[in-house]
């Protein structure tokens, strides 16, 4: 089993720049697939940037270019930073681990765009 735990959310003005980070307990953290999620209020969790064991990553179009998704497998550490943020960005954000039919969550952390 995985532990999630991410850190980071806070307050930040419009076109400010945040990091958030998410540790994981276990020793197989490098074989998960890792992932950033996002739930606003009234709205469905929607995926915003994933991470595979080798590398390889993808992003909603609504983040491209704005945000990087990365992770130390030396470390169990998974990281999102945030450029050029937008009001709407403003959500709980989550990690998520997956290893085959397996999910894990973190419990969310608030990350707030507003001036």
């Known amino acids: 089993q995985v532990q999630l735990v991410e850190s980071g959310g806070g307050l930040v003005q419009p076109g400010g720049s945040l990091g958030l980070s998410c540790a994981a307990s276990g020793s197989i953290f490098r074989r998960y697939v890792m992932a950033w999620y996002r739930q606003a209020p009234g709205k469905q969790r929607e995926l915003v940037a994933a991470?595979?064991?080798?590398?390889?990553?993808n992003y909603a179009d609504s983040v491209k270019g704005r945000f990087t998704i990365s992770r130390d497998n030396a470390k169990n550490i998974l990281y999102l930073q945030m450029n050029s943020l937008k009001p709407e960005d403003t959500a709980v954000y989550y990690c998520k681990g997956s290893l085959g039919y397996l999910d894990y969550w973190g419990q969310g952390t608030q990350v707030t765009v507003s001036s």
């Open positions: 991470i595979t064991s080798g590398g390889t990553t």
